[in-house]
């Protein structure tokens, strides 16, 4: 199972992003089976909304991966384990690696750089 960074679903929801056509590559070419957060699913909803975006495709997008839950223990592993304050990457990380997925997509290098050492293999788009 691969987690997709909030980002990722970003760049394909929101308009005018640079990466848009990269991102949608890689996810058409992606043959395993996709999860996010339900971190996730606020932002895809709040920023969607924000912008306006079509309500039946921002649930379409959303339900086409697997959920997954943020937990007190995610909490507690991201207060530990955070890398330059950015709170909010190492919850997406502890959610991800507490659900057992093989790897973790995203398009943030510093995120890549700062985790290299996780049990969970990080690739950037």
Partial sequence: MVFLDTNIILEIILNDRAKFQQVRNFLEKLDDVTAISMLSVHLIMYFGRKEKANET????????????????????????????????DALQLAIAIRAGCDAFVTLDQDLVNSYADLPIKIQLV
């Fill in 57 to 88: 495709y921002l649930n379409e997008i959303i339900d086409q991966n697997i959920l997954l839950s943020l937990t007190s223990a995610d909490y507690k592993w991201a207060k530990k384990n955070e890398y330059k304050k950015d709170f909010e």
